[in-house]
């Protein structure tokens, strides 16, 4: 009951401060409601900028004060702001200090020390778009540009050699598929999902997978069929990971299916990524559906309970995505035309996006495509990323950097890392100040921490996607 409190009182006071910096709902809430345009005088709504140093910007540019450089380049072109954000300091506090020290090492290197370089290089530079506008320098342009390869190229190889570093992974596959041979009759068959459904929906469901790469997707049949034995193995890896180590490595799983049908047809982006896509939806869903096992038994939901509770999911949020898909990344231009959104974007950093584009990019066109100093970074990368994660594995996963999380670093906004980072330490020093267990500040600091990141996470993340519909509404 506590924890329950913690997590809606801190949602409560997160969603508060998410509306006043929110310009959607100040509009509503100034211009439309209240219309203090007509009464108060009120040119264009107030809203609080959470973009702190926007205060400082303000003023610089009234009295023509110093503004920051790095090598020429102006900080805010590289995405270095200030930014006080709730849910990237819950996100912090869950993630914990290593993963958010990994990300902000991986930002600092990228935007600080790499991308000046590369700008003043000329490997970086202001392009103009089909239509002859010119597009400057901003932290998603040097992500597309340029710290895209070398940040994919730390997730990837770090998550392959994470996820081949331990072979228990796959020797449990074969054990647990030997166990089922001599295993009597199941004792929890009268609560457990019935076996003929998987029988009879895998077969069925792989067809009308495939059929949809092919329908939608452009998928040679061939490969789409093919690619089906290696998800279901690569599931079953994935089930087993979380079974032993409560952890799923979907992303490591993913690659492998990438590039197994990148090898077989590289003119095609679509024949790898979705099979990719496949590989980590299905096996991320099915390693999460065994991880709702317990907490369904202590909540009294029997697994067919459950599973029926996740069938029942994917219609609700299909009929709640499908629509803030269009709201949101295809909103409509004066003519009611919907254009497809950049990959990266300073609204929406869609990393996971950006690793699979670049491992994509990476079959069909080579590596010729790319500057001399891409390939420099990725080969360093590359040895970098083995090295972390062979000295983890070494030491049992104390080693302090995780080469996933810098890889993250370079495609996530600065400001987002750099936030994350801040609650990821201030959860950290709290809960080595508060160690005694059944005190005040270990009851509210440590054993709250999930309900309280929790509560700054929803939050924010309720009312900013209620501001972006209110922007697009208005």
Known sequence: MYKARLLGYTALFTGLYQMIVSDGWMKLVQLKLLRMDLWAGLKEAWVFHDRLDAYYYAAAAQANLWIPKILGTD??????????????????????IVVAT?????????????????????DIVQRVSATGVPIPISRAEIVNQWSLWWGVTMMVVGSLVSLFGRPELFRSVFKSLRGRKDAGADVLSHIEFPIWISAAGIPLFSVLGAWVTHAFFGVPWLLAFVSLPLIFVLTIICTNSMALTSWTPTGALSKITQFTMGAIDRTN??????????????????ANLLSDIKPGYMLGAKPRQQAMGHVIGLFAGALACVPLYFLLFLPADANGVRTTATIVSEQFAMPAALQWKGVADIITKGLTSLPDSAIVSMVVAAVSAAAIEIARLATKSRFPLSSVSVGLGVVLPPEATFAMWVGAMIFWIAGRRHRTPGTKGHTFWVEGCEPICAGLISGAALVGIGNAIVNVML
């Not at 990524?273 to 099915?286: C, D, K, R, V, Y």
Request: proline fraction near 5%; include cysteine; charge should be neutral.
């Open 75 to 96: 900080i805010r072109q590289l995405g270095l702001r200030l930014t006080l954000d709730a849910a990237m300091l819950g996100v912090g506090g869950l993630m914990g």
């Open 269 to 286: 982006p679509a024949s790898n990524l979705i099979p990719a896509g496949m590989t980590a939806e299905i096996a991320s869903n099915a």
């Open 102 to 122: 990994s990300c902000l090492l991986g930002a600092f290197v990228n935007f600080v020390i790499l991308a000046p370089l590369m700008i003043q290089a000329g």
